[in-house]
């Protein structure tokens, strides 16, 4: 049996999910690996599951399979029932069901790829920054969470505009006017930011972009800030029924008088990619680059 134990994150839900999972399974058996399956995606393949918690204190690494949100959801998931991360998150690799990912890299149905990499030690680790969004109500912190993506803050279902002061450090930049505002990580460039407008950033760029949706100022614009910075968001007066989402997954309603303020969290995620896989082959994947000027 190989000395390396990993945990097995999966999409249980998803369709496909047990033929990928037995897949990956039959792979990582062939090179000895010893894999342990969280107990709701162990229940597909009729195998005896283990806690979240229990995954963390006996393997080495994890791997999300299904999508780039799976992954997100084991970054939250580990966050959030795991009290203490001293610090230091295990390095996580994404295997998509499907086609290649911003963060899932190795794409199905590469699982005999994927296996041989992670029996091999044939990968590369990118340390990617995490953020950590916190919102203080009446100078107490009712929200604290970490995120790889982005925050996003919006009015929710409703179309009208959003006012938000936005604060770098202690410095006022400007006033927003537009339906939702995202504060994203490098990572989180290529996501929700990428759609509103924002530039694309390599991932080890050390920065936060900020970048307004539909803005009703056209002088408003994405803003790069360094991530050392934390970043505030107040609300302008009479702002009700604003939502702050963090990477999709959570959803938090602010009252009048909340300030959400983003700063880098003190964990980093080791990001497991191919060793030969550059972020420019996946932009090139991803956006359908061809490099040709048609």
């Known amino acids: 049996m190989s000395s390396l134990s990993l945990g097995i994150y999966a999409h249980w839900r998803k369709s496909g999910a047990e033929a990928s999972l037995r897949a ?11 894999a342990l399956v969280e107990e709701q995606a162990a229940k597909l393949v009729g195998q005896t599951g283990h806690s979240l918690e229990e ?4 393997v080495d690494l994890f791997v999300a399979l299904g999508g780039d949100g799976t992954l997100l959801r084991l970054v939250r998931d ?36 994927a296996a041989k990499a992670l029996a091999t030690g044939y ?8 953020l950590e969004v916190s919102i203080e109500r009446s100078g107490k912190t009712i929200l604290s969470q970490i995120g790889l993506n982005d925050v996003v803050v919006t ?20 006033q927003y006017n537009a339906d939702g505002l995202i504060i994203a990580t490098s990572t989180g460039s290529t996501a929700y930011s990428l759609s509103a407008g924002g530039p694309i950033v390599m991932p080890n760029s050390g920065v936060f972009v900020v970048t307004p949706i539909c803005p009703h100022v056209l002088t408003n614009r994405s803003v790069i800030v360094s991530n050392k910075s934390t970043i505030r968001l107040l609300p302008s007066p009479g702002e009700q029924q604003l939502c702050v989402n963090i990477d999709g ?14 700063r880098p969290a003190s964990a980093k995620l080791p990001l497991l990619l191919p060793k030969d896989l550059t972020f420019a082959d996946i932009l090139g994947a991803k956006l359908r680059w061809s490099g040709s000027a048609i």
């Open 24 to 34: 990956l399974l039959h792979e990582l058996s062939l090179h000895n690996v010893n």
């Open 55 to 58: 995954l963390y204190d006996r």
């Open 78 to 113: 580990l966050r959030g029932k795991i009290r203490d991360l001293r610090g230091k998150m295990k390095p996580v690799m994404g295997i998509n069901f499907g086609s290649l990912g911003f963060l899932t890299c190795f794409g199905g149905p590469e699982y005999a790829v």
């Open 123 to 130: 990968y590369r680790v990118d340390e990617r920054t995490l």
């Open 155 to 174: 009015r929710g279902e409703r179309s009208r505009l959003v006012r938000l002061d936005l604060f770098i450090d202690q410095t006022h930049l400007t």
């Open 249 to 262: 997954q959570e959803s938090k309603q602010l009252h009048e008088g909340d300030i959400v303020a983003v």
